[in-house]
C-alpha cells in the first residue's frame, strides 16, 4: 500500500523535514506515526497526500509513484485517500450532513447514496442527533467527529488522520484513537500521528514510528 525508501524532503527554504526515510505500510493496518513537535509527522502526510513532493528517494501510494511528473495520476489516488486534517476544513453556514455528502463530491455516485452513506458515517460517529444541525453551533469535539465521518463515508483505502489527540484530555483521546482504529478492515489502512507517545505507547494493535528530526528512531511492526 506504501513504500518508501531512501525518502528525504526538503522545503525551499532549506529546512530539510525528513531523511532518508525506509518503510513498507501493509493494508489493513492501522499506523500511529509519534514524534516531537517539528519532527516531520505532517510533512510526511502532505508526501502520503501529494501535497509535497519528495526531495530525493523514492514514494509509492497506493500503486502509484509520488512524483511531480505524475501530478494527473496522484489527484486520482486523492479519491481512495479520507484525510482528516487537523483544523477540520468544515464549510461554515452548512448543515452536518452537507458536510459529509461534500466529502464524496468526486465519487460517482448518485444523490441517494452520498445521503445514505452519510447517514451511515454520522451513525458510526455517535453523531446521527446532529445530522441536520448547522456545524456552527457544534463544540469542537463533534465538530472532529463530523471531519471523521466526511473522511469514512468515502469508504477510502488510507484514512489519515493528523494529530487528532490535539485538544483532547486523556480518555478523550484514547476514545477518538479507539474510533479512527474501528474503521480499519483488511481494504483500509489508518494512519494517526500524534506527539502524545504516552497514549499509544500500551496500544498493542497497530504498527508504532516514531519520528525525530525527520529521521524514524523506533519501528514496532503490528503484534500477531
Ligand atoms: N512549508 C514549509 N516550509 C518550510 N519549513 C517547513 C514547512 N512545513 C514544515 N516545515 C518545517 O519542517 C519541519 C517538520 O515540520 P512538520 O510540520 O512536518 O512537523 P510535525 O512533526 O508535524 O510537527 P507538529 O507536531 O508540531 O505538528 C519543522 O522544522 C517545520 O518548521
Known amino acids: 500500500m506504501i513504500q518508501v525508501k531512501d525518502l528525504s524532503l526538503t522545503y525551499p527554504d532549506g529546512t530539510m523535514a525528513l531523511k532518508d526515510v525506509n518503510i513498507q505500510i501493509d493494508s ?10 517539528g519532527s516531520g509527522k505532517t510533512s510526511f502526510l502532505k508526501l502520503l497526500m501529494g501535497m509535497e513532493y519528495p526531495t530525493s528517494g523514492h514514494l509509492r501510494v497506493l500503486g502509484r509513484t509520488m512524483k511531480k511528473e505524475n501530478a494527473l495520476e496522484i489527484r486520482k489516488i486523492r479519491r481512495d485517500i479520507g484525510p482528516i486534517f487537523q483544523d477540520f476544513k468544515l464549510l461554515k453556514g452548512r448543515k452536518v450532513i452537507d458536510n459529509v455528502i461534500i466529502g464524496m463530491r468526486f465519487l460517482k455516485l448518485s444523490s441517494n447514496q452520498m445521503k445514505e452513506r452519510a447517514k451511515e458515517a454520522l451513525e458510526k460517529v455517535g453523531l446521527s442527533h446532529k445530522t441536520n444541525a448547522l456545524v456552527d453551533n457544534l463544540s469542537w469535539g463533534e465538530c472532529q467527529r463530523v471531519a471523521i465521518a466526511r473522511a469514512v463515508a468515502r469508504k477510502p483505502a488510507l484514512i489519515i488522520a493528523d494529530e487528532p489527540t490535539g485538544n483532547l484530555d486523556k480518555e478523550n483521546a484514547l476514545n477518538i484513537l479507539e474510533l479512527l482504529s474501528s474503521f ?7 494512519i ?10 500500551n496500544i498493542e494493535d497497530g504498527v508504532m514510528i516514531r519520528i525525530d528530526k525527520g529521521n524514524i528512531v523506533m519501528e514496532r511492526m503490528a503484534y500477531e
Open 184 to 190: 480499519k478492515d483488511n481494504n483500509t489502512t489508518v
Open 192 to 201: 494517526i500521528t500524534t506527539h502524545a507517545t504516552h497514549l499509544i505507547e
Open 28 to 37: 489493513g493496518q492501522v499506523v500511529y506515526i509519534t514524534g516531537p513537535s
